[in-house]
C-alpha cells in the first residue's frame, strides 16, 4: 500500500509501536475519575518550584523520563524528541529539551500538539530516521492563564463557554520495534488550518469544532473506515459546546459520532460543575492518551482508537487586534493486533 | 471532504449564537446587585467612620473612604478571596473601587517571578491603566471645556 | 438611611456593569473605562450630583464615583486657577485613592503570592 493517500492521510506501512507512555497531573486532574491512571500526580500549584513556568518544565520532563522508563530505554538511546506546549517561544518543551540532552524539534500546534507531534514521530520511525522518537506536550493552568487570559486572582467570573486549562504532561516513545501487545499508529491525517469567524477566545470549542468535523470525516473518507470502526473517536479538548457542534457538522454528513465518542476535556472536569465547558491545554490530551488509553489498549479494553487533538492557534496580541481564531485538527489511528 | 462547501461562515457564526448556553440574565444581576449594594454599605460604614469619629470634613472623609476600601480590595485579593466572591458577584465586584484595586493586586502578583520592578513595578497598571488614562483625560477635557464655557 | 440607599443605588449602578457584562461582548477593561469616564459626564452634566446626594456611598464607591470626583476636581481646579486647574484639579481630588492604589497595591504584591483558584 502506498504511504501518501490521497490528500491527508499517510500510512505507517513499517511497525510505529508505542513502547513508552508516561502522564504527569495537577491535584484536580488526580481527583476525577481518570485519576489513578495518570502514571505521577502534584498537589500544589509549583510542586516545589520557584514559578509556575519551572514547574511547567518538571512536569513536562517527568512526563518523559516516565516514558522513556517504560521504553526500557535511556535518553541515549532516543534519536529524536518532537514537543510542544502553549507557552511563548514553547519554553517547558525547549528548556527540557536542554535537560534531556535528545536532539530536538519544537513544535506549536496549540492543544493539538500531543497528535501533531506523535504523527511526525510515526513518520520518522516509519521512513527509516529514526529507532526511537520521544513525543512530549504539556500545560498548567496559572501559565495559560498569565499568558492568555487573565491574572488568577483576578475577581472576574468564567463566561459559561469557558475552559480551564489541564494541569498535565503527556509523553509517548514511538519506537521501531515492540511487543506486539503494544499499540501502533497506523494512520495519520493531518489537519488544515480553518477559520470560522470566532472571535471570543473564551469560546475556543466553537473555535475548533469544523476543523475537527473536516479532519475526521477526511481521515475516514481516505481510509475507507466506518466511524463505527473505532472503539473510541477521542478529541482532545472540545469541550461541552464544541463537542456538541462536531456531533451536528458530522450528523449534518450522515456520520453518526456520539456512541463512541469521548473527549478528555470533558471527561477530566466531568465531575466539577465550576469547570463550564470542560478543560483544554496540550496536556489534557496528552495525558489522557498516555495515561488512560494507551495502558486500557495495552489490557484490551480498547483496541482501535482515533485520537484527534484539536489547537487553537491564536495569541493575545491577534485577539487584541481583532481577529477571529483559527483552528486546526490533527488524527492518528491507534491500534493493537 | 472540505468542510467549507457544507456549511459558510455566517451560517456558523449563527448556528453557535444560538447553541451557546445562556448566562442566567435574572440571576447575574440580583447577584451583582446584592454584592454591589453590600460593598457600597461597607464604604459608606466608612466615611460615617471618617466623618464622624475621626472628624475629617467631606473632602478629607471621601478620600479616606477611598484609601480604606482600595486597601480592602487588595488585602482581600492578597488573600486569595476577592476572585471567589467575584466569581458569584459579577459586576458586583468589578464595579465598586474595590474591584480597581483588585485588578491592581492581582496583575502584580502574577508577575512577582518577574522581579520588584519589571514584574510588580511594571504590571500593577496593566489591567487597571486604563482606567486611570481614560477618566484623568476625559476630567481634563471636561475642565477646559468649562474654562473656556465660563 | 444613608445605609439604605447607598445599597439601592450601589446595586442598582453595579447591576448596569452587570447587564452589559453579560449581555455584550464587552470585557470588564472596557466596561471599567465607560463606567469612570461616565461619572466624569454625567457629573459635567449635573445628572450626577442628585445621586451622589441621594446614595452617597452608593454613588462614590462605585467606580462613576471616582468619574464625579475626578470631574469636581477639574471644575474646582478651573475654579480656583483657570485653564491649568483643569490639569491639577482631577488627579489632587483623587490623590488619595491613586496614592492608595499605587502603594497598597505594591505592597499586598510584594507580601502576597497567588494561587490557582480552588
Known sequence: MDKKIKKATVFFAESVYITGFGSVVGKKEKDSWLGSWFDVAFDEDLWGEKSWEKCERKMFLRAVEVALAKAGITEKKADYLIGGDLLNQIISAGFSARELGIPFFGIYGACSSMAESMMLGAMLVDGGFANNVVCATSSHFATAERQFRSPLELGTPKTTTAQWTVVGAGASVLSKQGEPFYPKITYATTGRVLDFGIKDANNMGAAMAPAAAETIMLHLEETGRDISYYDKIVTGDLGKLGAGILFDLLNNEGIRACDNYFDCGIEIYKENNDMHCGGSGCGCGGSVLNGYFIKNMIEGTYKKILFVATGALLSPTSTGQGESIPAIAHAIAIETE | ?150 | MDYLWSFIIGGAICTIGQVLLSKTNLNPGRILVLFVTGGVILGAVGVYKPIAELGKAGATVPLTGFGYALYQGAFEGVDKSGLLGAFTGPVSSTAGGIAGAVVFGYLIAVLFNPNTKK
Do not use: W
Open chain 2, 1 to 150: 471532504m472540505d468542510i467549507k462547501k457544507s456549511i459558510n461562515k455566517k451560517q456558523y457564526q449563527k448556528y453557535v449564537k444560538e447553541k451557546m448556553p445562556k448566562s442566567k440574565l435574572l440571576k447575574e444581576c440580583a447577584l451583582a446587585y446584592f454584592f454591589g449594594g453590600i460593598i457600597c454599605m461597607i464604604g459608606q460604614g466608612v466615611y460615617d467612620l471618617g466623618n464622624y469619629f475621626f472628624n475629617f470634613s467631606k473632602d478629607e472623609a471621601s478620600s479616606f473612604t477611598a484609601i480604606v476600601m482600595i486597601f480592602l480590595g487588595s488585602f482581600l485579593t492578597g488573600l486569595g478571596v476577592y476572585d471567589i466572591i467575584g466569581k458569584h458577584a459579577g459586576a458586583g465586584s468589578i464595579v465598586p473601587i474595590t474591584g480597581f484595586a483588585n485588578s491592581i493586586v492581582s496583575s502584580a502578583m502574577d508577575f512577582k517571578r518577574e522581579g520588584l520592578v519589571m514584574g510588580i513595578g511594571a504590571k500593577l497598571f496593566s489591567v487597571a491603566g486604563p482606567v486611570l488614562v481614560y477618566g484623568i483625560t476625559s476630567a481634563v477635557i471636561v475642565g477646559v471645556i468649562y474654562f473656556f464655557a465660563k
